[in-house]
């Protein structure tokens, strides 16, 4: 019985028929067992030989299971580690990585432009009301105004806010009537126009106000120059032309020269000159009081930049659609900068 059961164990070439065996010798029903059972039947001389002896093959066989068992071990865990080994010599794989849209970019350095002159980042809601989108801003329900910026109207009084100015108001009412206020909002405006190279029924501006003691048309002229030489370049000029907003007076709109960067520097444009990139003006004073600010005590700029407009110029884009497109052959340009 030893003889045949060490030579299956050896035999035995996997864990399985291990156990097999293990139940086959050493089992309630197994062989060795049987014997062992059968003990009562001898006589009192031979019982200890016969003890002894199945005591020595059941140690036996016990002793080669064991063994068997710890080499199926090794065997499984080497197998495993030649399955899992990783060849550190080989080159990496390049993962494709996605850049930053070119609206967002501008947004963000005109963001570090106007934070590092020390504005803080306002927001305000894109479904607004007419409240805080005309009335307020001095753009009362008859106001002929109104048709510069034609709306999307959810109802007679919620509509989707036409510019950033509403945040103004916001703004300004969140200070309670203390000084001085410097922000920026940049965000999503809507209106009704037909899509075409230079409008789209969805772009963005970035509203800029400040109200403080003593502020003046030159502080808001400064700003802007500082603002354009950041952004386009230290050669970078503005110029204002005189120009009409229900909330600012006096008006001005705002050109920029036309300076275009590429990997080769930055350089003036040859035919396109100035290029209007954004309204300002010094704060009505009936928009100072809608902010509830005495406006014999304080006064104010403010400024609506186009982001497109920025972008346009920055990059030497033709067409304001491409933005929107999501062409990945003219998004991977920027991908590049
Ligand atoms: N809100 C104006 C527009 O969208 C721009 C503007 C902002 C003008 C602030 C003056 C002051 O055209």
């Known amino acids: 019985l030893r003889d045949e059961a060490l030579r299956e164990l050896a035999e035995a070439a996997d864990p399985a028929r291990l156990n097999d065996l293990r139940v086959k010798y050493l089992g309630k029903k197994g062989a060795l067992t049987e014997i062992l059972r059968g003990m009562g039947s001898l006589s009192a001389e031979e019982r200890p030989v016969v003890g002894q002896i199945a005591n020595e093959v059941r140690g036996a066989i016990e002793q080669t299971i064991e063994e068997k068992q710890r080499l199926f071990q090794e065997q499984e865990t080497e197998r495993r580690l030649k399955a899992e080994t990783i060849d550190v010599t080989l080159p990496g794989r390049k993962l494709p990585t996605g850049a930053i849209h070119p609206l967002t970019r501008v947004a963000r350095e005109i963001e570090d432009v106007f934070l590092g002159m020390g504005y803080t980042i306002a927001e305000g809601p894109e479904v607004e009301t007419d409240f805080f989108n005309f009335e307020a801003l001095n753009l009362p329900k008859d106001h002929p105004a109104r048709d510069m910026q034609d709306s999307f109207y959810i109802t007679d009084e919620i509509l989707l806010r036409t510019q950033t100015s509403p945040v103004q108001i916001r703004a300004m009412q969140a200070m309670n009537g203390q000084t001085p206020l410097k922000i920026i909002c940049p965000g999503k405006v809507y209106r009704r126009d037909d899509d075409d190279a230079t409008h789209s029924f969805q772009f963005n501006q970035v509203e800029g106000l400040v109200v403080d003691k003593n502020i003046r048309m030159s502080d808001l002229k400064g700003t802007l120059l500082t603002f354009a030489r950041a952004m386009f370049g230290p050669q970078a000029r503005i110029r204002l032309r005189p120009s009409f907003f229900p909330f600012t007076e006096p008006s001005v709109e705002v050109d920029v020269t036309c300076v275009q960067c590429g990997g080769d520097g930055c350089r003036m444009c040859k035919h396109t000159g100035w290029l209007e990139i954004l309204g300002a003006g010094m704060v009505h004073p009936r928009v100072l009081e809608y902010g509830g600010y ?44």
């Open 294 to 337: 005495d406006p014999n005590e304080v006064s104010g700029f403010a400024f609506g930049l186009g982001i497109e407009r920025v972008a346009l110029l920055k990059y030497g884009v033709d067409d304001i659609r491409s933005f929107y497109l999501n062409d990945m052959r003219f998004l991977r340009q920027f991908a590049r900068m």
